[in-house]
Nanobody, 133 residues
Framework: QVQLVESGGGLAQPGGSLRLSCGYS????????IGWFRQAPGKEREGVSC????????YYADSVKGRFTISRDNAKNTVYLQMNSLKPEDTAVYYC??????????????????????????WGQGTQVTVST
């Protein structure tokens, strides 16, 4: 059974940085895209970023482009989300998610659509990120 385990959430000041990690264990996630979703109180869950397995192409929501960077270390079975220039509106529970990457990284494109949850095959438990003074 595949498991995704997030770590690295916490409290940051506006303009600060945090790095989230997503470790995966169990059956191999070869050829799975790994993404990050977030859900703020009272808001819909949204895709934030995604990275493919084979060519490690990265995808970002417009709201985080230029501030967040996703990376992947397949040897360590870990995906990272470096979050810089944090804003209060980044406050949310962040979830690591996985799905078979599809042709030309199509799963990553799915993850950044509205209502992306239906494309997820594996969920992490979530980690809270709070950006506040």
């Amino acid at each position: 059974q595949v498991q995704l385990v997030e770590s690295g959430g916490g409290l940051a000041q506006p303009g600060g940085s945090l790095r989230l990690s997503c470790g995966y264990s169990g059956s191999t996630l070869d050829y799975y895209a790994i993404g990050w979703f977030r859900q703020a109180p009272g808001k819909e869950r949204e895709g934030v970023s995604c990275i493919t397995y084979t060519d490690t192409n990265a995808y970002y929501a417009d709201s985080v482009k230029g501030r967040f960077t996703i990376s992947r270390d397949n040897a360590k079975n870990t995906v990272y989300l470096q979050m810089n220039s944090l804003k209060p509106e980044d406050t949310a529970v962040y979830y690591c998610v996985a799905g078979r990457q599809g042709v030309y990284g199509s799963r990553c494109l799915n993850f950044l659509l509205p209502q992306p949850s239906k494309y997820v095959e594996v969920w992490g438990q979530g980690t809270q990120v709070t950006v506040s003074t």
